[in-house]
């Protein structure tokens, strides 16, 4: 049996990844008046008097929902809301299992941008958090900045964010292990939609100084009239001497190639053409840019791949759960910067000094510490960036 078909039967056999379970019996008729009616009044009043209590006396402080239209899933594209849900069912069971966060899926049949803000927005009062999930670009950008003017709880697109706050842990550890510096070498980012360019803002926060990034039409530049507004104003941050050209001319003399892109579109050569000890991340998927083989033969000194066959794992799931039980257990008002580098520096330095090595720059999702760690740097990073509205309390969200 094949895992094309393991996964069917598994889907098959459980219809749905998650489930509601109540948090008390309901035994007798004291049980359902305290728990529902007349007893539930009293605290519906009291938050009517203080929305604030919802965090306290709903589930709400612990909840998040997980939105989608569809149109960008995994490497499926536009697939429909339907069709998104087995996904969006195991992002809720990703939450869950690492991070004790209650997600909720929700899938939307609208592709308008108006219509998802204004859905997400009215649904809001119901949860601490908001997690937009493949949507495709460029409408994602527009959406999660509508929503963060608009939301007074965090929004986090984690096809942008999540995919830069590792890739950012992942490129600190590989340049130690290559003995380079972030602020003096070349970085090559081919593929700007949604993670390539969220990818390119948050180095460049991290210090990268020398940046150029390509999509299907070239390298990305300033003067050239055609460029969208999204990634014009990339091209504004980036190539400074102002390169035209294709992929091949980019990567030329590059420190650190990171793709975002499409299958194949790299070859032997090109990899050997970069600068000495090399650090390339083909994270395409299903098929690379190039093989984590083909770029280490042809002198690549490090390599992430998107894979779970290979070292070195370039995976989203070793931030998304600690970043929102850290940003819910203090109620933040928002995931910032501040907050994301320090998701990224604490999942860098779960891999220790002695064990950092080509093969070892990025912690496995499945040890613990990871998330707990996260969680931990993102609430202390939430409370000195002034978003969060109160204090952690290990007892609170129980």
Same mark, same amino acid.
């Given at each position: 049996?094949?895992?094309?078909?393991?996964?069917?039967?598994?889907?098959?056999?459980?219809?749905?990844?998650?489930?509601?379970?109540?948090?008390?019996?309901?035994?007798?008729?004291?049980?359902?008046?305290?728990?529902?009616?007349?007893?539930?009044?009293?605290?519906?009043?009291?938050?009517?008097?203080?929305?604030?209590?919802?965090?306290?006396?709903?589930?709400?402080?612990?909840?998040?929902?997980?939105?989608?239209?569809?149109?960008?899933?995994?490497?499926?594209?536009?697939?429909?809301?339907?069709?998104?849900?087995?996904?969006?069912?195991?992002?809720?069971?990703?939450?869950?299992?690492?991070?004790?966060?209650?997600?909720?899926?929700?899938?939307?049949?609208?592709?308008?941008?108006?219509?998802?803000?204004?859905?997400?927005?009215?649904?809001?009062?119901?949860?601490?958090?908001?997690?937009?999930?493949?949507?495709?670009?460029?409408?994602?950008?527009?959406?999660?900045?509508?929503?963060?003017?608009?939301?007074?709880?965090?929004?986090?697109?984690?096809?942008?964010?999540?995919?830069?706050?590792?890739?950012?842990? $992942? /490129?600190?550890?590989?340049?130690? =292990? @290559?003995?380079?510096?972030? #602020?003096?070498?070349?970085?090559? %980012? *081919?593929?700007?939609?949604?993670?390539?360019?969220?990818?390119?803002?948050?180095?460049?926060?991290?210090?990268?100084?020398?940046?150029?990034?390509?999509?299907?039409?070239?390298?990305?530049?300033?003067?050239?009239?055609?460029?969208?507004?999204?990634?014009?104003?990339?091209?504004?941050?980036?190539?400074?001497?102002?390169?035209?050209?294709?992929?091949?001319?980019?990567?030329?003399?590059?420190?650190?190639?990171?793709?975002?892109?499409?299958?194949?579109?790299?070859?032997?050569?090109?990899?050997?053409?970069?600068?000495?000890?090399?650090?390339?991340?083909?994270?395409?998927?299903?098929?690379?840019?190039?093989?984590?083989?083909? $770029? /280490?033969?042809?002198?690549?000194? =490090? @390599?992430?791949?998107?894979? #779970?066959?290979?070292?070195?794992? %370039? *995976?989203?799931?070793?931030?998304?759960?600690?970043?929102?039980?850290?940003?819910?257990?203090?109620?933040?008002?928002?995931?910032?910067?501040?907050?994301?580098?320090?998701?990224?520096?604490?999942?860098?330095?779960?891999?220790?000094?002695?064990?950092?090595?080509?093969?070892?720059?990025?912690?496995?999702?499945?040890?613990?510490?990871?998330?707990?760690?996260?969680?931990?740097?993102?609430?202390?990073?939430?409370?000195?960036?002034?978003?969060?509205?109160?204090?952690?309390?290990?007892?609170?969200?129980?």
């Amino acid at each position: 049996m094949n895992d094309k078909t393991e996964a069917i039967l598994l889907h098959e056999r459980l219809r749905g990844k998650i489930e509601v379970a109540p948090r008390i019996l309901i035994r007798d008729r004291k049980d359902l008046s305290l728990a529902y009616t007349p007893g539930v009044a009293d605290p519906c009043l009291a938050i009517q008097r203080d929305p604030d209590l919802s965090y306290v006396y709903t589930r709400r402080h612990n909840t998040v929902a997980v939105i989608t239209d569809g149109t960008a899933v995994l490497g499926l594209g536009d697939i429909g809301p339907e069709a998104g849900m087995p996904v969006m069912e195991g992002k809720a069971l990703l939450f869950k299992t690492f991070g004790d966060v209650d997600a909720i899926p929700l899938c939307l049949r609208t592709k308008d941008p108006d219509e998802i803000v204004r859905t997400v927005s009215l649904l809001a009062g119901s949860f601490g958090g908001i997690n937009l999930e493949d949507i495709a670009s460029p409408r994602c950008f527009e959406i999660e900045t509508r929503l963060k003017a608009i939301c007074d709880i965090p929004v986090f697109h984690d096809d942008q964010h999540g995919t830069a706050t590792v890739v950012g842990a $992942a /490129l600190s550890n590989a340049l130690k =292990v @290559v003995h380079k510096d972030l #602020s003096t070498v070349r970085v090559v %980012i *081919n593929g700007a939609g949604a993670a390539g360019q969220a990818i390119a803002w948050f180095l460049l926060d991290l210090g990268v100084t020398d940046m150029i990034v390509c999509d299907r039409f070239g390298i990305l530049a300033e003067t050239d009239p055609s460029l969208i507004p999204s990634h014009l104003a990339l091209a504004r941050k980036t190539n400074r001497l102002l390169t035209r050209g294709w992929l091949r001319d980019a990567i030329e003399g590059a420190d650190v190639f990171i793709g975002v892109s499409g299958p194949n579109c790299v070859d032997a050569a090109m990899i050997r053409s970069m600068r000495r000890d090399a650090v390339v991340f083909p994270l395409a998927n299903p098929i690379p840019e190039i093989s984590r083989e083909d $770029a /280490l033969a042809a002198g690549a000194a =490090v @390599v992430g791949t998107g894979s #779970s066959k290979y070292p070195n794992q %370039i *995976n989203n799931l070793l931030c998304f759960p600690g970043i929102f039980r850290g940003a819910l257990d203090v109620r933040a008002k928002d995931i910032n910067v501040a907050m994301m580098k320090a998701a990224s520096r604490a999942i860098a330095a779960c891999v220790p000094e002695a064990d950092r090595n080509a093969a070892m720059i990025i912690p496995s999702p499945f040890d613990p510490a990871v998330h707990k760690d996260v969680a931990a740097a993102v609430r202390a990073a939430a409370v000195a960036s002034g978003v969060a509205r109160i204090g952690y309390d290990p007892d609170g969200r129980r």
